[in-house]
């Protein structure tokens, strides 16, 4: 099998959005059980409301009609709050390497950075490689942004 490419992740993250999220306080204001699964369902979405509901001996499929958090139902409260926190990163980058001085993994860096066709134009009969274990032109449609 020809050298592999190996895809280094770089990871560029923007914390920009992440800290208008975080800027967000709750307060409970006492320690009631609707209280508390609001709380939950604000830091740590729907699982988290789940978990405390079955702490507290309650079922959550029961309490999710009947709990409101600032006049809004419990699951899209805890929906709300966990759109915020996936959508805090705003830029994620990937950037590709070769693995080592091998030709196939230059080909599969460059079809993957430049273009399955470019790479064709360049290198010529490129459709037998494989990159990470898969034949090249699957690994491009996969990583190409």
Do not use: P, W
């Not at 990159?131 to 491009?140: L, Q, T």
Request: charged share 25%.
């Amino acid at each position: 099998m020809r050298s592999l490419f190996v895809a280094a992740l770089t990871l560029a993250v923007s914390f920009t959005a992440s800290a208008k999220v975080n800027q967000v306080e709750f307060r409970a204001l006492d320690q009631t059980a609707e209280t508390q699964l609001c709380m939950a369902a604000a830091q740590g979405g729907i699982a988290e409301a789940k978990a405390v509901a079955r702490s507290l001996g309650m079922k959550y499929t029961q309490v999710k009609r009947k709990t409101y958090c600032n006049e809004t139902s419990l699951s899209r409260f805890a929906a709300k709050y966990d759109q915020q926190a996936l959508l805090s990163v705003k830029d994620v980058v990937f950037k590709f390497v070769a693995a080592d001085d091998e030709l196939a993994s230059k080909i599969c860096r460059d079809a993957v950075v430049n273009g399955l066709d470019a790479a064709q134009a360049q290198y010529k009969n490129i459709d037998a490689i494989y990159c990470n274990g898969e034949i090249i032109s699957r690994f491009v449609r996969k990583h190409k942004s």
